[in-house]
């Protein structure tokens, strides 16, 4: 029994039509017979209660995406498979050059060990990960890149998590908040748990991501041990199943991390609007800091970083 899919929330996008065979890319007998296609996504699954099953989750996240960029996704790629061996096979270059960012999936079946790097057990939400390759995708639509990210700027070498022109917290923020109720509920008490240890939001805001190394780590382990892996360069997290334990990433750090990004845009978005989260990914990824962008658009947030920290606690321990 499939259990990708959660509780699906009414969507808010246009309403999904089979997709046009392509121009160019993959043969058609290359290419899975389940086809949706929307303005913001083309998603290709082995069957279609699959399809309809990822279909109810990447609405959810596009009309959340929407909510804050006020704009409709860009066009993503998602490519579902049942195991790795089908992601392994498949030929990702003439797919990647159709979209800006793709998204490779692996179906969850039930009794599946496979947990999410946050703790949470069951939750491997799609919305997430969608709202990952969104946001890759609308940060090239900001910057007029024509291909995928090759690296953060300044830095010597590509990185492989999120947009590498956003600063990790902002890119997983993003995506936190594209998750399923249950999810989100599940971060604001584990937030709540770890109060009076958050981290600081100077360091928040400049950090790398706490899990990403660790999951790097073992992801190499495993294609060295059993091979339950496979890696799509260029597509961000979420694309492996992984057999871990709950809180394994990053400890108490890492499950903080991920709380206190979706808790923090929150916050913002509830002082200044939703679509003040848009101009706050615009400004990181031309290279702006928080307090320059919060002095050039915030309202009715503190435009220093010590006082916004004050502030978004005192709204924390209101939740």
């Keep these: 029994m499939i259990t990708l899919a959660l509780a699906g929330l009414a969507s808010a996008c246009a309403a999904p039509q089979r997709a ?10 290359a290419l899975p017979a389940a086809r949706v296609r929307t303005a ?7 069957n279609d209660a699959v399809a309809e099953a990822v279909r109810q989750e990447l609405d959810r996240g596009a009309a959340i995406f929407e909510r804050h960029f006020g704009v409709a996704p860009p066009l993503i ?11 392994r096979a498949f030929d990702w270059a003439p797919f990647r ?35 990952h390759v969104f946001l890759m995708a609308q940060t090239s639509v900001t ?22 022109a956003l600063p990790d917290w902002f890119d997983e923020g993003v995506a936190t908040l594209c998750e399923p109720e249950a999810l989100h509920e599940s971060r604001v008490a584990q937030l709540r748990a770890v109060a009076d240890s958050t981290i600081p939001l100077a360091e928040l805001f400049s950090m790398e991501h706490p899990v990403w190394r660790q999951l790097q780590n073992v992801m190499d382990a495993q294609r060295a041990g059993a091979g339950d892996t496979a890696r799509v ?6 694309i492996t199943r992984l057999r871990v334990r709950p809180g394994e990433f990053g400890g108490t750090r890492g499950i903080t991390f991920y709380s206190q990004t979706n808790s923090v845009l929150e916050f913002m978005a509830e002082r200044e609007g939703p679509v003040f989260v848009a101009r706050l990914g615009e400004g990181l990824a031309r ?9 050039a658009h915030a309202r009715r947030l503190p435009h220093g970083i010590p006082a916004l920290e004050q502030e978004w606690k005192a709204w924390h321990t209101t939740r």
């Design 20 to 29: 046009p065979a392509a121009a160019a890319g993959p043969s058609a007998e």
């Design 40 to 46: 913001s996504y083309e998603l290709y699954a082995p």
């Design 77 to 87: 790629g998602v490519m579902v498979f049942n195991s790795t061996d089908e992601m």
């Design 97 to 131: 050059a159709r979209f800006r960012a793709v998204l490779p999936w692996l179906v969850q079946f039930e009794g599946d060990p496979t947990v999410s790097a946050t703790g949470v057990e069951g939750q491997r939400a799609i919305s997430h990960e969608a709202c």
């Design 143 to 164: 910057l007029g890149r024509t291909a995928g990210p090759a690296a953060r700027p300044g830095a010597g070498a590509p990185r492989s998590y999120g947009d590498p």
């Design 233 to 238: 360069p260029g597509t961000g997290p979420g």
């Design 287 to 295: 290279g702006k800091t928080v307090e320059e962008v919060l002095a």
